[in-house]
């Protein structure tokens, strides 16, 4: 059975940083394109960083770039993504999501909130 579990979300300043995780079960991250994606209440989903298999290629939305940082533990099974300089804007619910070669999977999520 395939899993996504995020973790590490939290309150944090703005200015601060935070290191999302994504632990994988049911198929091997380095085989598989990992993604994180936000939405904002109100707002869309929007893709903020994506890891590719094979190469490990990254890619970054203009709104993070600089400033995100998106990784794969293949030993852990486990993606991360270390957003520093962080900022009100960057406040929402933050998704794991992998796509293989046969299906795409969703994590439940994780809350962050930038205030003072």
């Known amino acids: 059975q395939v899993q996504l579990v995020e973790s590490g979300g939290g309150l944090v300043q703005p200015g601060g940083s935070l290191r999302l995780s994504c632990a994988a079960s049911?198929?091997?991250?380095?085989?598989?394109?990992m993604s994180w994606y936000r939405q904002a209440p109100g707002k869309e989903r929007e893709l903020v960083a994506t890891?590719?298999?094979?190469?490990?290629?990254?890619k970054y939305a203009d709104s993070v770039k600089g400033r995100c940082t998106i990784s794969r533990n293949n030993a852990e099974n486990t993606v991360y993504l270390q957003m520093n300089s962080l900022k009100s804007e960057d406040t929402s619910v933050y998704y794991c999501?992998?796509?293989?070669?046969?299906?795409?999977?969703w994590g439940q999520g994780t809350q962050v909130t930038v205030s003072s």
């Open positions: 999501y992998a796509r293989t070669w046969f299906n795409s999977y």
């Open positions: 049911g198929f091997t991250v380095s085989r598989a394109a």
């Open positions: 890891i590719s298999s094979g190469d490990s290629s990254t």
